[in-house]
């Protein structure tokens, strides 16, 4: 088992800048992407970025490439998705995952979640 614990949401203007963080820990296999998703009220989850194990491949949605940066602490177990530039449109609940997907944009490829941290930008 693998288990998840998103932090650093919180509630800023647009503008600003915000780093979540993602802590890992349990069985995670070294072959484990590990990504961000985020779901805002009424909408669907949706991909943010993702990153693979060793780091050295990023994917990132269109909508926040440019701002948004994925990275890992391997000593710490620890993701991060640096947040720039937010936008109102960027309010939502901020999902971390990890597993072995075949397709980064797809939720159901990835086998474990954390419960999520909200995220809210005003304009």
Known sequence: QVQ?????????????ALRLSC??????NSDYTMGWFRQAPGKERVFVAAI??????THNAGAVKGRFTISRDYAANTMYLQMNSLKPEDTAVYYCNA??????????????WGQGTQVTVSS
């Open 99 to 112: 597993g072995r997907p075949r397709i980064y944009e797809f939720v159901n490829e990835y086998a474990y």
């Open 23 to 28: 802590a890992a820990s349990g069985r995670i």
């Open 4 to 16: 998840l614990v998103e932090s650093g949401g919180g509630l800023v203007q647009a503008g600003d």
């Open 52 to 57: 693979n194990w060793s780091g050295d491949f």
